[in-house]
């Protein structure tokens, strides 16, 4: 919100602005309120899975769709940071599962693997059918994580925070909500 303010300042305050100047601010903008809202669904989803108040609803839905959705959400850090991002589908898959805990979840690894990805390496989502069941692989050519990050990845206990490949925070609270909600629809998340 800091960030928000800041750049609303500058298109306010400064009359002498460009429209290059404009476009350029308003992307930073968009990009500081798509991030303040991650974070904001994040913290909300987080509370009410502590309470028990968070309802497990079951429907049909398209994950081809979702994906397209989630890399328009990241179009922008994918070409501020040059990844080479890549959604490889064979086929039309449907998930019986809840819809926003998926999209939560897929959007939360995503959003980690542009995180700590380096500027002009790959992130690669694929997904297949197989035994009834969707397997969705997150690929990416990121710095990776030590072997006692990936121990406490699968435990209760609050991972410790570290900043991106371009200094992007993070609240830690993100791979609780996958793991949770992964779990909650039958599913598996592994590394």
């Known amino acids: 919100l800091t960030t928000l303010k800041g750049f609303l300042s500058i298109l306010i305050d400064d009359h002498d602005l460009t ?7 308003a992307t930073s903008i968009r990009n500081s309120v798509t991030s303040s809202l991650d974070l904001i669904d994040n913290t909300l989803f987080w509370s009410l ?10 429907t049909r839905f398209c994950l081809n769709d979702m994906l397209q959705k989630i890399s328009s959400l990241y179009h922008l850090i994918v070409e501020k940071k040059k990844i080479n991002f890549s959604i490889e589908l064979k086929e039309n898959i449907t998930l019986l599962a809840d819809e926003n805990m998926t999209y939560v979840s897929l ?6 693997a542009l995180k700590f990805t380096p500027q002009g390496n790959a992130v690669k989502i694929s997904a297949f059918a197989k035994d009834n069941t969707a397997v969705i692989v997150i690929e990416d050519e990121g710095i990776g994580m030590s072997p006692a990050y990936l121990e406490k990845l699968f435990t209760e206990e609050q991972l410790p925070l570290t900043k991106g490949t371009n200094d992007e925070k993070g609240t830690g ?18 590394v």
């Open 19 to 25: 429209r290059a100047d404009i476009q350029k601010h």
């Open 107 to 112: 959007r939360n690894i995503v959003s980690n």
């Open 173 to 190: 609270i993100g791979l609780i909500l996958c793991r949770k909600f992964i779990q909650m629809n039958q599913g598996t998340l592994s």
């Open 49 to 58: 899975s502590q309470t028990g108040n968070i309802s497990y609803t079951p």
